[in-house]
């Protein structure tokens, strides 16, 4: 099984959606990690479900698989990086990012995405873990019982710095929730380099099972930041050999954020560069 790439929307925000998602099918892409974001497709702005088939439609033609992702910074909270999280003290502010993931569902499952990514946030000043964890519990809840509903599975991602880091915080809130069948892993290849304390290839090994989508680039150890293929650290064949054997069908996405000011050039040699390292397009 050969994988299957995709590029990040957040790592083109300087074009309209329709010109990105023509530039990924043109540079041989197989689909596209889509964030819900004011620039491209707007999970608040009225007529949400004539705008998403009208994107389903046009990555029908193009021939591209979606999968939806949630990390826009300024979605929810235009002062706020990332905020209001499923973490806050405040209850109606946690709803807030419940209702977006949930309305995210929706959008995954209109699309035909393979999945929904979405991650904890980090923990407010001055709350305790268990608090933080319930938090995390009772916030998530009506995503991954919507995600069941949709058949689309909502996959949770360990990011540095949050309250959920790690792939053992994956499974510890897997734990909480009594392992339901739609909660899956995002797994993020450089957040392993950075964090995990296995190689990448081993943390892709070992995450198999729970793989619901994969995003990648390059990193250096200790140092969350994402980085341009050959810029940092990781040796990319074994991953991309471990990645193979899991079996995962989803997409495996480039994640740049803050290269968009490059973005159709990042698109071009990053996927040049993942070919090169033994794993087909």
């Avoid at 033609?61 to 209001?84: F, Q, S």
């Avoid at 809840?141 to 919507?146: E, M, Y």
């Avoid at 140092?223 to 810029?231: A, I």
């Avoid at 064949?237 to 490059?262: D, F, I, M, N």
Wanted: glycine fraction near 10%.
């Amino acid at each position: 099984m050969t994988i299957r790439y995709g590029y990040g929307t957040n790592g083109l925000t300087d074009l309209r959606l329709d010109d990105a998602l023509a530039l990924l099918a043109d540079l041989g892409y197989d689909g596209v990690g889509l964030t819900l974001d004011h620039m491209h497709l707007d999970p608040l702005a009225p007529e949400l479900a004539a705008r998403t088939s009208k994107v389903a439609a046009r990555l029908a033609e193009l021939g591209l698989g979606v999968t939806v992702e949630t990390g826009a910074r300024y979605v929810l909270d235009p002062r706020r990086k990332h905020g209001p999280t499923l973490l806050d003290a405040d209850p109606e502010a946690r709803a807030a990012r419940t209702g977006l993931l949930v309305t995210a569902v929706q959008v995954a499952a209109d699309l035909g995405a393979h999945a929904v990514h979405c991650f904890s946030g980090i923990t407010p000043e001055g709350t305790d873990p268990d608090t933080a964890w319930k938090r995390l519990e009772e916030s998530i809840t009506p995503v991954v019982d919507a995600a069941g509903a949709a058949g689309v599975p909502v996959a949770i991602e360990p990011e540095p710095g949050h309250l959920l880091a790690d792939i053992a915080g994956f499974h510890r809130l897997r734990a909480l929730l009594g392992d339901p069948e739609p909660l899956g892993l995002t797994l993020d290849i450089g957040h392993c380099q950075c964090l995990e304390p296995a190689p990448p290839a081993d943390c892709v090994r070992d995450a198999g099972p729970w793989l619901r989508h994969v995003q990648i680039e390059d990193m250096r150890r200790g140092v969350h930041e994402h980085l341009p293929f050959g810029v940092g650290e990781i040796d990319f064949p074994p991953v991309l050999a471990a990645l193979e054997a899991t079996g995962y069908q989803g997409l495996t996405v480039v994640e740049l954020p803050r290269h968009s000011h490059a973005g159709p050039e990042m698109a071009r040699t990053s996927l040049d560069f993942l070919r090169s390292k033994g794993a087909s397009a």
